[in-house]
């Protein structure tokens, strides 16, 4: 069975204090009011990263993420930061192709792709992000499109490499505009997308994938979306910036 998951972005946002302070809440909360046994993932800025690790190292609930990294083991890559280094400062997993490092950054599948196996290299489980834009839904291009950015990026592993990734599937048209699909519009994309990953890497493959959906969760759509068949968790970002929204977002499972 699927790992249920609910991962934090705080994209650029927070300074130390109230990074610092947002992890206490979520800790304190989640552990008097949540006994399932989802995981939770927080993903802050590069700067924070150390920080947040020792403040959840003794917790094994919680897990660090990284919002992207370089494709490039090491080297002159100024600005850059590399897989490694993200391992040593404690992160288990790292985004990979969010839509606004697609869409600002002009990251396509082919680099993503390279992303993504130097994330496995360096011990990280990539959360692989894919999702189309509103003009491609409304041209019929949900499905096609998100074959593409999946088989593209992330079909050239191994099963056993498959099986270290978590998917993300974010709608554009949702990420940050308070839009949400609804939790039939975005079952249906989830057991299409799981159908693909069993077409090439098998039942057990496909089942054991997580596949979180992102896109406006907010704590009264998330018990929703979640009670869907193929809807593991979330990736979740404005709404992972407040302690209390984030804990009901995670309580949501029960
Ligand atoms: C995201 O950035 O991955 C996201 C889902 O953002 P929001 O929840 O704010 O739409």
Same mark, same amino acid.
């Given at each position: 069975?699927?790992?249920?998951?609910? =991962?934090?972005?705080?994209?650029?946002?927070?300074?130390?204090?109230?990074?610092?302070?947002?992890?206490? @809440?979520?800790?304190?909360?989640?552990?008097? !009011?949540?006994?399932?046994?989802?995981?939770?993932?927080?993903?802050?800025?590069?700067?924070?990263?150390?920080?947040?690790?020792?403040?959840?190292?003794?917790?094994?609930?919680?897990?660090?993420?990284?919002?992207?990294?370089?494709? @490039?083991?090491?080297?002159?890559? /100024?600005? !850059?930061?590399?897989?490694?280094?993200?391992?040593?400062?404690?992160?288990?997993?790292?985004?990979?192709?969010?839509?606004?490092?697609?869409?600002?950054?002009?990251?396509?599948?082919?680099?993503?792709?390279?992303?993504?196996?130097?994330?496995?290299?360096?011990?990280?489980?990539?959360?692989?992000?894919?999702?189309?834009?509103?003009?491609?839904?409304?041209?019929?291009? /949900?499905?096609?499109?998100? @074959?593409?950015?999946?088989?593209?990026?992330?079909?050239?592993?191994?099963?056993?490499?498959?099986?270290?990734?978590?998917?993300?599937?974010?709608?554009?048209?949702?990420?940050?505009?308070?839009?949400? =699909? /609804?939790?039939?519009?975005?079952?249906?994309?989830?057991?299409?997308?799981?159908?693909?990953?069993?077409?090439?890497?098998?039942? !057990?493959?496909?089942?054991? /994938?997580?596949?979180?959906?992102?896109?406006?969760?907010?704590?009264?759509? =998330?018990?929703?979306?979640?009670?869907?068949?193929?809807?593991?968790?979330?990736?979740?970002?404005?709404?992972?910036?407040?302690?209390?929204?984030?804990?009901?977002?995670?309580?949501?499972?029960?």
């Amino acid at each position: 069975m699927a790992q249920k998951i609910v =991962a934090g972005n705080w994209k650029m946002n927070l300074d130390a204090t109230s990074a610092q302070q947002l992890i206490s @809440e979520v800790i304190h909360m989640t552990n008097d !009011e949540y006994q399932g046994d989802a995981q939770v993932i927080f993903s802050p800025s590069f700067p924070f990263l150390g920080m947040v690790n020792h403040q959840i190292k003794d917790h094994e609930r919680f897990h660090l993420s990284a919002q992207n990294l370089h494709q @490039e083991e090491k080297g002159a890559y /100024t600005g !850059e930061v590399a897989g490694a280094m993200l391992k040593s400062v404690g992160c288990s997993y790292v985004i990979i192709g969010h839509s606004e490092r697609r869409q600002y950054f002009h990251e396509d599948n082919a680099l993503l792709a390279k992303k993504i196996d130097v994330a496995l290299t360096n011990g990280l489980k990539p959360i692989y992000c894919i999702g189309e834009t509103l003009e491609e839904r409304n041209a019929g291009k /949900t499905l096609q499109v998100n @074959e593409r950015q999946l088989s593209e990026g992330a079909f050239h592993l191994s099963g056993d490499a498959f099986s270290q990734l978590v998917i993300a599937y974010e709608p554009v048209w949702c990420i940050g505009t308070g839009v949400s =699909a /609804t939790p039939e519009d975005a079952q249906e994309v989830h057991a299409s997308i799981r159908q693909l990953i069993e077409d090439k890497y098998g039942k !057990e493959i496909s089942l054991n /994938t997580t596949i979180l959906y992102g896109g406006s969760v907010k704590p009264h759509t =998330a018990p929703e979306l979640f009670a869907q068949k193929d809807i593991d968790g979330g990736l979740i970002g404005g709404a992972s910036l407040k302690s209390r929204d984030f804990v009901d977002i995670i309580k949501a499972f029960a």
